[in-house]
């Protein structure tokens, strides 16, 4: 029994049901008959017409199908639709079937105003091109984001997708890489097939992918094609562990139809297909449906109800009651109360009715057998996505997705829950190889090939990783401490990865260079020769436009060294350098005023005080050394003990300053700042092949004043002789370099100026390598446990010397140093001299005396403190004699 007997069957109990007094809509339906999905459909539309007449026998309306074969072609899609709409004069038409067939007939359709309606187009691309074409498919558009969600959860950070040279493929590609893009996930490489794709082409293309490092493959096919390409990934050992497949909807609604070497083939593979509800009406539907499907169609296998199917069962139902509501006499209404032009008219004549019933589908909505039938902008509202598993002879759901939750194991339509993609929410996954493991999504180039690790080969400056090359048996030979830090981060990732060391050299034999660390990190991205690189690269703005750093295992920063030259200790003047100039002339005038202030105070009560001005001198240069000897009177006391104490300050500091200095050797640089260096025409040195040179540019050195050197000792001799003599005056390079060089000539040479902040030392992989994310938390677990601080500290155990750099020299002691000091024994002596002053006047003048017309307090208390210092003055005469 084939559809046509189906169809007869169907025209008879249509014929049976319907009245005289019913109107008629002419609907024609163009499908591909002899495919699985056009004999599923226009099975599912006759038993949509018999099952929906019967449960309303009393509307008015009925549709008449008028079935049209497109045979698989566009030409004939098109030649169908213009005879439906010319011959047949049809009120809307089902189909076409595929996407390409409707990107055309949409158009007819357009101009004769009579809905398209298409149950198995999906491509978005076809949507909103004209208001007269209407998916009552899901879009492949809505199930873009589950397919999304998967590869977040999981965290995927690239991603292959394979489709066909068609309609149907080409239509999801904006929508999906969008939404990868939105969960930082690259399309590493898209692989398009061509319709008449052979098995040779597809062995080519998957040979390709396998020598790929990315090992997430999102498939998006039909039936016929995706199987096929999934039998000759298992054929190449692409179902295996480690590789992950995910197969869009397009593959995955035909499942039920695959034969047993097709779910062989899939094992493993995840799937997203719209979730189908499951109710009462859809289990009776489906038992009675399966057994008439499969006796008309015997050469079919088909084990459950599709997706197809119920679309089209709920898009005869849906064009049913939009039709009942027109009505009769919706039916014989004027075109002009629809706005149509008459001269705007396609030559075959323009639908009345066709307006009326889109406006009336349009606005039709009920819960059919795939779920929410509505309608939003010409396409059916998105609904929720199941997420299977291939495993064993069938699929298995592991997850569902919707818009407002993400992934979750149970149907959640609560719109407030929160957006989950964590791989926590799926059921248990059994992938590729029969592994219960996520696979990580990326992989080193397949055929056993080791890493090709680039190591930079050059005659000097090898102190942290050097090269050498066996030119008996051409063996490399690789050791520094770059290298033991690169081999102790690959052995702490969680797999193995076999790795070796390919030379890049930097010099040709006779001694000319034939590259750069610029150069190598362009040959890691074109992988040619190189699959990364190792060695102190520097990670700069350039050379990450080409390449992928990890993260930086070693410091940056760009300072230069310049030669010492040292204070010469025999100078007649030595004396005079511990402390400055300001400070020796403040203290000179600071011991003349002090010995001017003891000698004012002291000649008023030292019998010498009527002697020679001589004596008087010597008095003022005696009474600073010999505080209190000889002195009577507080006041006396209290400036010299002032002057006491910050003269043997002074005298400290003094004599620690000049045994420093006489012991030490004073280390000076020769240039103190890059200014100086630019201003008097220096030239200046770097590493040879590096990016200093453009560095040196920037900070505004003119090139032909920069001179590159191949190894330390080159830069030694050169800094040795200076820019007068054909050398260079300072020596720029990164940190760990001028350390090393500070450590091999010790005390020869000091770092000056400022410390220009870099990016430090990593390792280059190719742009998007998915291994830097990994390589690099492998670098921070090393650095927190202390391994790579370990690995560092053997190398600069073999430094004699930490160099001048760690060397403090003596410096000059300041007047800021005694200022305070200073102004504190200016004030008592001043304060003092004041007072005596005070007391002389005092002393002289009869006025002053007791008398009885003292009246204030105040006065009373200068009184009584007058007398008493008098009397302490007597008392020190009595003494004296």
């Not at 590729?432 to 996520?438: L, V």
């Amino acid at each position: 029994m084939d559809f046509r007997l189906l169809l007869f069957l169907s025209a008879a109990l249509f014929s049976a049901v319907r009245t005289s007094s019913t109107i008629d809509f002419q609907v024609g339906v163009i499908l591909d008959l002899d495919s699985p999905v056009g004999r599923i459909g226009m099975s599912c539309l006759c038993t949509a017409s018999s099952d929906f007449y019967a449960a309303h026998a009393d509307y008015k309306t009925r549709l008449v199908l008028n079935v049209r074969d497109s045979n698989n072609s566009v030409v004939d899609a098109a030649a169908a639709a213009l005879d439906l709409i010319k011959d047949v004069k049809v009120d809307a038409i089902v189909g076409p079937q595929k996407s390409t067939q409707a990107n055309f007939v949409m158009d007819l359709g357009d101009r004769a105003h009579v809905p398209i309606l298409s149950f198995s187009a999906t491509s978005p691309s076809l949507i909103p091109r004209t208001p007269y074409f209407v998916q009552t498919a899901q879009s492949d558009a809505n199930q873009v984001q589950a397919i999304a969600s998967i590869v977040k959860a999981f965290q995927w950070s690239q991603v292959v997708i394979i489709y066909e040279d068609t309609e149907f493929g080409h239509g999801i590609m904006p929508y999906l890489c969008n939404a990868l893009q939105d969960v930082n996930a690259r399309v590493s490489y898209r692989s398009l097939f061509p319709r008449s794709a052979t098995d040779d082409f597809i062995s080519k293309e998957l040979y390709k992918m396998m020598t790929m490092q990315t090992r997430v493959f999102v498939v998006h096919m039909t039936q016929c094609h995706g199987t096929k390409l999934f039998r000759k990934a298992k054929e190449l050992g692409m179902m295996s562990e480690g590789y992950a497949w995910i197969a869009t909807s397009g593959l995955m609604d035909l499942f039920n139809l695959a034969d047993f070497d097709d779910v062989e083939a899939m094992q493993g593979v995840l799937g997203v297909k719209p979730l189908i509800p499951i109710s009462k009406e859809l289990h009776s539907f489906a038992g009675r449906w399966i057994r008439v499907f499969l006796q008309a169609n015997q050469d079919m296998k088909l084990s459950d109800t599709s997706i197809f199917c119920l679309w089209a069962y709920d898009t005869f139902t849906a064009l049913a009651t939009a039709a009942e509501r027109v009505g009769n006499s919706e039916k014989n209404s004027k075109m002009n109360e629809y706005n149509v032009n008459p001269g705007d008219l396609f030559s075959l004549g323009v639908s009345e009715t066709g307006p009326k019933l889109l406006r009336a589908l349009l606005a039709t909505r009920f819960r059919g057998l795939a779920g929410e039938f509505n309608l939003v902008n010409g396409q059916l509202e998105q609904t929720p996505y199941q997420i299977v598993n291939v495993v064993g002879r069938g699929e298995r759901e592991v997850g569902i997705w919707t818009r407002s939750g993400g992934i979750s194991r149970k149907l959640n339509l609560n719109i407030t829950s929160s957006y989950s993609t964590s791989k926590e929410n799926f059921r248990t996954i059994i992938w590729p190889g029969e592994s219960t493991t996520a696979p990580r999504g990326w992989e080193f180039p397949v055929g056993g090939e080791k890493l090709r690790i680039g190591v930079p080969q050059k005659p000097g400056f090898n102190e942290f990783l050097k090269v050498h090359r066996d030119p008996h048996t051409n063996a490399t030979e690789v050791s520094g401490y770059y290298k033991d830090i690169f081999d102790s981060v690959m052995a702490s990732l969680p797999y193995a990865i076999r790795y070796e060391y390919t030379p890049y050299p930097f010099f040709n034999p006779d001694g000319s260079r034939c590259g750069s660390y610029d150069d190598l990190v362009y040959q890691v991205s074109l992988q040619d020769y190189y699959d990364a690189a190792l060695g102190d690269i520097t990670i700069t703005a350039n050379r990450s436009i080409y390449a992928d750093f990890t993260l930086p295992y070693a410091e940056g920063g760009v300072t230069c060294i310049v030669p010492i030259k040292y204070e010469d200790v025999n100078d007649v003047l030595t004396f005079l350098q511990p402390l400055t100039k300001e400070l020796w002339l403040t203290t000179a005038a600071f011991y003349i005023s002090t010995g001017l202030a003891v000698w004012i105070l002291g000649s008023r009560i030292i019998s010498s005080s009527r002697d020679p001005p001589g004596q008087h001198a010597g008095m003022i240069g005696y009474f600073p050394f010999f505080p209190g000897e000889g002195i009577q009177g507080s006041l006396l006391c209290l400036v010299l003990v002032t002057w006491a104490f910050v003269g043997s300050l002074l005298n400290s500091t003094y004599t620690a300053s000049l045994s420093s200095r006489l012991t030490v050797q004073r280390l000076q640089p020769t240039i103190t700042d890059v200014k100086q260096l630019i201003k008097n025409g220096h030239y200046v040195g770097c590493q040879e092949g590096s990016f200093l040179i453009s560095f040196l540019i920037k900070l505004g050195f003119n090139k032909s004043k920069i001179k590159t050197y191949k190894s330390a000792e080159d830069c030694n001799e050169a800094l040795m002789l200076g820019s007068e003599n054909g050398g260079i005056s300072a020596y720029y390079d990164v940190l760990p370099h001028i350390r090393m060089i500070l450590s091999q000539y010790c005390g020869k040479y000091m770092i000056v100026g400022p410390t220009y902040r870099t990016d430090g030392f990593a390792f280059a992989f190719p742009k998007g390598s998915p291994a830097v994310a990994d390589i690099s938390r492998a670098i921070i677990q090393l650095t927190e446990n202390g391994t790579i601080l370990e690995i560092e500290q053997r190398l600069s155990s073999n430094s004699a010397c930490l160099g001048p750099e760690g060397t403090s020299s003596p410096t000059s002691v300041t007047l800021r140093s005694f200022l305070v000091l200073f102004v504190i024994t200016g004030c008592v002596t001043l304060t003092c001299l004041l007072l005596s002053l005070l007391i002389h006047r005092c002393k002289n003048r009869a006025s002053l005396q007791i008398t009885s017309d003292f009246k204030t307090k105040a006065m009373s208390r200068i009184h009584a403190l007058y007398q008493d210092l008098k009397i302490l003055s007597q008392n020190c005469k009595l003494e004296r004699k």
